[in-house]
Structures are given as C-alpha cells and as structure tokens.
C-alpha cells in the first residue's frame, strides 16, 4: 500500500495539493450545529457564542518551505505566525490565541529553538495574540511547524470567499512578486557562498524584497481600514500562492468570472528592476510568487469612491459574468491571456 | 547556530519534552481577556461566548510516534483523533471540531492518503466531531500528522489539572498497561516477519493489547458517567505518557504529594500474562508505558459513595500533604518507591 510502485495507485502530483484536499474530504457531512462554515474557506466559522470564531492552521515543512541555510529561526518563527494570522485577517476577523506545535531533530540545539520562539513571541506581541498551546516532539529529519490560529467576529462582519457578485470591482492591498522575488535573491546569494564562502553578499539593493520574503506581515491594517471606511468586501482571501490562485478560488467559490488587467497590478519598483535582473516577466512574480499575504477582495461598485486614492489599495480588475472565463487583459494591446493555477508556464509562453 | 557540534550549546535531550516547553514558553505574558488559560493543561481554554471553548493540538511523527510497517494507515487516522479529542475529555469538555494538517512524501499514492483520512472520519462520526479545517504539504520524508481539537463546556464544569486538595482520592478509568504491551507485541512479530516474511503472525491472544495500542478510544463516556453520577472531579489529566508521569503533573500543578497502591492499579489479564512472557513487571507497564488513553482524575472523599463499585472507575490511592514527595506503596510491604517520570530504569532497579 505504501509503495508507489503498483501502477494502480495514484501519485499524490496528480491531484496537486487543492485537488487532494478536495478529494479526501469532500464527503465530509457537518454533525455540529456550532459549525458554521467547515473546509473550503481561509478559515473554519464555528458558532461558539456571541462572536463567531475563525479558526485555521498551516503547516511549515523545512525543506519544503524554508530552507535554513538562508533563513534565520527567528524570522522563521514570526513568518510561521503571520501565515496564520493572514488567513484570520482574510475572513475580515481579529486573531487572539494561536497553538503552535514543533517536530525538531536532535541535531537542532535548544538555542535554535529559542530563536524560533523568540521570532514566535514577537508576532504574538505585535499583533496582540496569546500563544495558549502546542506540542513540542521529535522529528527524525528536519524542523517542522504547525500553528492554528484563532479569532472572532460579529456575524455580520465575516467575509467568506464565496460572496463576489457581478460587476463588483477586484482589489489588492499593497504590492506583489516581492517575496517571490527575494526568494530568488536569496537562493542566488546561497549558492554564491556554497562556491566561495569568504564573499560577503551584498544585499543592500534588496532590503525590501528580502524582507518582504523573510519578515512578511499580515494585512492587520487593512482589516481596520476597510472598517474606518466602512468599506465591507463581498469576498475576500489572503495572497499565498500567488494572484493567479487565488483569483481562481474566489471565481469558483463565486461562480463568476473575474478579469484583471496588466498595468494595474501593483509592482515595487525594486520587483521591476529585480525581475529584469532574473530575466522574469514582474508580473509573471505578482501573479505564481506568492507568500506577498496581501489581502485579495471584490467590492461593490458603490463603495468605490470610499476606496478610490488609497495608497494601500488598488483596484486591479473585476468580476464578470457567472460561469465566464478568468483573464489577464494584457497591456497595450486587445490580448487576454487566460488565468490558470499552474499558469507559470503556459504564461510564461505567450 | 543549528549545528549541536559546539560546546556551549545545550543539547535537546537536556531538557526533556515538558522542560522544553517550560523553557521555551515560561516568559508568555497573555494579552487577551479571551485567554482563560494558556499553557499548562491538557487543552487551553478560551471564553469565547456563554461556554468556555477548549482547544489543544498534537503532532504525530512517523518514526517517533508511530511505524507504518505494523501501523494500518486506517488506525492511525483514527488514533490521532483520539489522542486530541482525550485531551478534550480531561478538561470535562465535549469536543466539537478538528482541524488536520498533514505533511506527506511523494512516496506515499493518493490511496493511502484515503486510509488515512477514511480512519480520521470514522473517528469523527463515531465522536459526533467535525473535521473543519487543516492544511496538506510535502514532507521531505514521512508523514506527519498534526490535530486540533475543539470543545466547549459550561464555565464552571471545566476541570483543570491543579485543582487537588489534601486527601482527595486519585482515580483512574480502564485499565492500565495495555496500549505499552500492545506494542511490544507488534515490534517483536515485525521482527520475525522481517527474518521470515512468510510466517503468519498468530495474534489472537494479543487482541485486547494489539487493540488497545492501534484502536484506542477516547473516554467521552467517562466524561458523560461522571456528569450523570454527579461528580465533578477535583482535578484531571488523560494519560498518556504513562500513569506515574500524570501523576507527577497533577502533584507539581496542585502542589500536593500523591500515594498510590500497587495493588490498586488495575491490570487486564492479559497485561499481566503477556508481561510475564516479556519479563517486564505489569505494573511497570502501567506506570511508564503510556498511550492507554484513560482519564485520571482526583475526586473529593465525599464523592466517594458516587463511584464505588462502578466497575470502570478504580480509587488507586490519594493526596497527602502540600509539598509532599509522590510515592508508589509496594503490595505485601511497608516499601515505598518514589514516582518518578524518568523512572523506567530507577523502579526496575528497585
């Protein structure tokens, strides 16, 4: 059963991480009343007492997603928390309690583990969060880190992905491909030091993009300023695995087709310079980078002019039809291209 | 920094999983009226609405926790369910949702994942629980496993580990040792199968160990007799780790000594013969083996008349004195063995 070698079995590639979750537990059947929303969204919806409680985890795989020659524990540890945090955010809700538990090799000294907790601590106190548990075990390779993340809000208040309505206008907060950019920078440097470890890399030029992919935080301010504006998005999902992703669960989830344009995607100017650089397409970074943890939500056209001028905000497109296609209108020309989760490639090739 | 070579660092195994997270965590202030209790108990408790939310996490590691050579992928979906929901149960609590991350190896096809996840669901059908929420990753070997459990009870129904007074009784459900021989039993038909693939393990007499080490339940019965017998218990933990490190919990956490009788320590028949067979003291099995899943719990001695004779409840001794050493009374002697959690080697040399 374990062994991948019978042809009947099926590699876990096929289905690809959304396509796996799907399958495994789209037969699941709610027994609880106090279970307002389950899978599917940034964060389950419990109904436990006045407030609702959002509650989500994520896992953090070394090897997978870090890789600790150019990661330090402390960054490591915030990063850990603010993944979660995001996912809070994204379901317009306020974090309060997080549980985090730690598999570590014996090879780690408890040094390195108080680094990741120190990193850890100061995310709980910058964002005002209790970290109330956990479990702390062994691994047999590597360090892995799984946080849940609790939160509430009114009923009212609770955005899920699912509410896009027709016509409503796409935005983004801040800008995007930075992380993925610094990750690119990064790698380079450490390979640079694998050959010649008496270089000393300077990664001044890259400050920004470098902190973006090591120290990202999550879009707190946002929440509130929607709420200062009075601005409540129709739906609404944190910026993971790229623009191009999560455009596609917000449009499945909504069942409307969503259009985004090319020029209004928010670049730093250091993503353009450095994806010139890379030799990448910038916007291809905005749209496959991920890990930015931006907010990504529609509005109604009427809250518009609340929105209109921010310098955190940009309206990057809109929905369109039910059942329609999701497309990137391409700058100066007619050209659409279409979106697509494994995109990276095929957009690369237009 | 990561590398355990340099002197001056302080290796893992120092410290102990429960110093670990001492050290690691002692300094966490709570910022959060919301936070009830942080670290420290079976489960945190949040006060979220009109009853108190409790919620706790568990990580389970291939080659640590758990061995998929004589491990069914359908158990052991099962088992890290119930790990969680006990920990629920030992704050007196109903447990209502799970969240579930996974970090998997390509190694592993999609049907083994199925396993994995049809074992989790009949866990939560079986425990009227939803699965709401979690995260699938890569792993670069193995498989990982992390729970979350949700709960809610009444605010003053809640029972924390600290709350023993003097000469309260110690009470265990169940019984004892199971779950340790169990997997004795298992280890050693795996070696035999690893020298002769070809002989067929006859397990029939092991079924009550091989069960209780690959199938345990979670006491929400225990839960539920106490409710009806109306008796609420002082204090209360689920055992895990084995009998004599809970009890040093309970004592460190109250700050009263515990005496417990050997004679009391309730053992199933097959425990005690299949000991025998392995040369190991039964008792010793039930002290240190861990992973029976039974509550242990103190009750005031007035509850007493309550629960005597209540076939799956067993007084197995009592507080003493504040400040107080914890102490196992030998049966047929005046002899007293201190607990201890390290005490594998310290009793057996007695």
Redesign the interface.
Known sequence: ????K?PQ???????G?FG??D???N??E???D??E???GDD??V?N????E?V?????L?????FN?AYVP?KHLGYKSVMVNLSDVYAMNAVP??I?V????S??????????L?EGI?IA??NY???????????????L?I?I?A?G?AKKQEIVYRDGANENDLLVVSGDLGGAYLGLQVLERENEVFKVNPNVQPDLAQYDYLVGRQLKPEARKDIVQLLKDLEVKPTSMIDISDGLSSEILHLSKQSGYGFKIYEEKIPLDPSVIKTAEEFSINPVTCALNGGEDYELLFTISQEDYPKIKGNPNLTVIGHTTEQNAENYLMLQGSESAVPLSAQGWNSFEGE
Chains 1, 2 share one sequence.
């Open positions: 059963m374990l062994d991948d019978q079995l099926t590699s876990l590639d096929k289905l991480e796996l979750i399958h495994l537990t037969s699941i709610i027994q609880n106090t279970t929303k389950g899978i964060a389950a419990l436990l007492g006045e407030l409680t509650v989500t985890t994520d896992m795989v070394e090897g997978v997603h600790l524990l309060s309690q549980l538990s730690i598999a570590v014996s090879r780690f000294p408890v040094e390195a583990l108080e680094e907790y601590k709980c106190k005002k969060v209790d970290l109330v548990g956990g479990d702390t075990t062994s691994s047999t390779s590597g892995i799984s849940t609790i509430t």
